[in-house]
């Protein structure tokens, strides 16, 4: 019943930034956590950026003075404002949200990805 969709991947420089989006839709009672992931070739999926209910964010190390999540103000949709990009940053970007709706309490959803490619 929830959608995540991600946008703004793409081809960049090292030092370059870009800024992903991730829309969502769908009967949503409240988000807990927003999230965003990523998986580079051949490597496992790992936690980048998280920002909770009351805006707490946390970063991974990697990204850490580089990366920013934020929220908009209407809606559930989160951003990753990424700067400074090393070629290590190449992989595919996923949105995840843990949520409840009006039937169950626990729930999650994740987005399809999009690519993030980083030139040296």
């Known amino acids: 019943q929830v959608q995540l969709v991600e946008s703004g991947g793409g081809l960049v420089q090292a030092g370059g930034s870009l800024r992903l989006s991730c829309a969502v839709s769908g009967s949503i009672f409240n988000i807990n956590r927003m999230a965003w992931y990523r998986q580079p070739p051949g490597k496992l999926r790992e936690l980048v950026a998280s920002i909770s209910s009351g805006g707490i964010t946390n970063y991974a190390d990697s990204v850490k003075g580089r990366f920013t999540i934020s929220r908009d103000g209407t809606k559930e949709n989160v951003f990753l404002q990424m700067n400074s990009l090393k070629p290590e940053d190449t992989a595919v970007y996923f949105c995840?949200?843990?949520?409840?709706?009006?039937?169950?309490?626990?729930?999650?959803?994740w987005g399809q990805g999009t690519l993030v490619t980083v030139s040296s």
């Open positions: 995840h949200a843990d949520y409840s709706s009006t039937s169950y309490r626990y729930l999650e959803a």
